[in-house]
């Protein structure tokens, strides 16, 4: 189990015990159930920060940039050895996933 996972686990607890006359009853889903409904949340609210840039992704991916001063959308160039934002180098400190595309 990861962190994410029991903090799911401890929220579908307390939701249970603050939502739930007698405990549990049939209408309510059990603690697990309910924490596997919330992992997913959960996770992407964990990813939408700002990471150490040491933890970005080298493969190519898009991603936010934070140099200090400003946002870039950028990528790692294996090829060059530093990110790239399509008109310049970046000399990050820290990443962040992009968010879904729009529904």
Not at 77 to 102: I, K, R, Y
Request: hydrophobic share 45%; charged share 25%.
């Amino acid at each position: 189990m990861t962190p994410i996972d029991d903090l799911a686990l401890e929220a579908a607890k307390a939701l249970n015990e603050k939502y739930c006359i007698d405990g549990h009853d049939a209408a309510t889903p059990p603690d697990q159930e309910l924490a596997d409904l919330l992992a997913p949340f959960l996770r992407r609210a964990a990813e939408s920060k700002w990471h150490d840039i040491a933890t970005a992704p080298k493969d190519g991916e898009n991603v936010l940039l934070w140099d200090g001063v400003r946002t870039s959308l950028a990528w790692f160039s294996a090829a060059s050895d530093e990110w790239l934002d399509g008109t310049d180098f970046v000399l990050p400190t820290h990443w962040m996933p992009l968010p879904d595309a729009p529904r």
